[in-house]
Nanobody, 127 residues
Framework: QVQLVESGGGSVQAGGSLRLSCVAS????????MGWFRQAPGKEREGVAA????????YYADSVKGRFTVSQDKVKNTVYLHMNGLTPEDTAMYYC????????????????????WGQGTQVTVSS
């Protein structure tokens, strides 16, 4: 059974950094797309970043471009989200997502792109 387990969330002050990790129980060449979503209280879940594993292509929401970086470590079966310059607006539950199909620039941000989801890790940024 495929499982995605996130870690690395926490509380930081504005301007700080965090690195989220997502470990997949089944990885290697299985998943072609892995991504990060977030959901703040009272708001819809939104795509933050994704990586097309096969090509190494990365995609980002405009709100995080230049601050967040998504990366992968196939040896460790892990995808990371490096978050710098955090602001209170980044406060949310962050979810890892994965799918066997590749992701595309025009659709990576849609929840329906991903068939597998983690339980989430909370990120809280104080001003």
């Amino acid at each position: 059974q495929v499982q995605l387990v996130e870690s690395g969330g926490g509380s930081v002050q504005a301007g700080g950094s965090l690195r989220l990790s997502c470990v997949a129980s089944a990885y290697s060449t299985s998943f072609n797309c892995m991504g990060w979503f977030r959901q703040a209280p009272g708001k819809e879940r939104e795509g933050v970043a994704a990586v097309y594993i096969g090509a190494g292509s990365t995609y980002y929401a405009d709100s995080v471009k230049g601050r967040f970086t998504v990366s992968q470590d196939k040896v460790k079966n892990t995808v990371y989200l490096h978050m710098n310059g955090l602001t209170p607006e980044d406060t949310a539950m962050y979810y890892c997502a994965a799918d066997y199909d590749r992701c595309y620039r025009g659709s990576w941000h849609l929840q329906g792109t991903f068939g597998y989801w983690g339980q989430g890790t909370q990120v809280t940024v104080s001003s």
